[in-house]
């Protein structure tokens, strides 16, 4: 490489470094935010455990609400478990607990599914006024509202009460503008192109 070009490089980092230390500067609150993992592209449930376990790395607690599929055995849950982490209630590192009910086209009809849902709701309104939860993760959340299970202002209520260092994390597709009106951080995530479509099975270790 020229020596004209090591010289630009040095000028572009030194500039990116300034603007760095300037965001850094400007960003000073600690606060527990809403993050929304939202879109039709692969990521969304495996990005909020990669979170998860970001947070018990540091040592903090979390809790875990899967609604919709939570019963059917994953990598993320069934790992957790291995390490002895998993539980329910204020002993656990993770305090967890999943939707009664398989996968949304497993429906046992929509009042057993809205009963299924207030039930596991309960469940996050108990985490969500936790505050020795430093995490709270609400998978698949959005379709309890697309589906008509709950009511938003009840959840919106509840999210916004919640302890002021605590962190939540919603997930699903088709999030309604209240959510996205709430949550501090939005990542909307594309589905540029899925293997599944090109006939690839659904695998464990990569999509279970
Ligand atoms: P993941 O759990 O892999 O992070 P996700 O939470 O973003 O995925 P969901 O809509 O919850 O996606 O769907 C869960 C399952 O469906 C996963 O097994 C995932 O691989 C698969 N999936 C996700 N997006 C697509 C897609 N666009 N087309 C086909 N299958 C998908
Ligand atoms: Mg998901």
Not at 6 to 35: N, W
Request: one cysteine or more.
């Amino acid at each position: 490489m020229d020596e004209s070009f090591k010289l630009a490089h040095a000028q572009r980092m030194q500039r990116k470094k300034a603007t760095v230390a300037a965001a850094m500067e400007r960003s000073q609150t600690l606060q527990g935010i809403v993050v929304l993992l939202t879109g039709n592209g692969k990521g969304k449930t495996t990005s909020a455990f990669g979170t998860l376990y970001r947070a018990l790395g540091h040592g903090h607690r979390a809790g875990v609400v899967q609604f919709i599929s939570g019963t059917h055995c994953t990598g993320e849950v069934t790992f957790l478990q291995h390490m002895g982490l998993l539980g329910q209630g204020r002993q656990a590192q993770v305090d967890y607990h999943a939707m009664a009910t398989g996968f949304s086209w497993d429906s046992q009809g929509w009042s057993a599914d809205k009963a299924a849902a207030e039930l596991a709701w309960s469940q996050a309104r108990r985490m969500l006024a936790d505050a020795s939860l430093q995490l709270v993760l609400l998978d698949e959340l959005t379709f309890m509202l697309q589906y008509g299970y709950l009511a938003v202002a009840e959840l919106l209520q509840a999210i916004k009460g919640r302890p002021a260092s605590q962190t939540v994390i919603i997930t699903g597709r088709a999030a309604a503008p209240e959510l996205l009106a709430l949550a501090d951080t939005v990542s909307e995530i594309a589905d540029t192109r899925h293997a599944f479509r090109a006939g690839v099975k659904a695998q464990p270790g990569v999509d279970f």
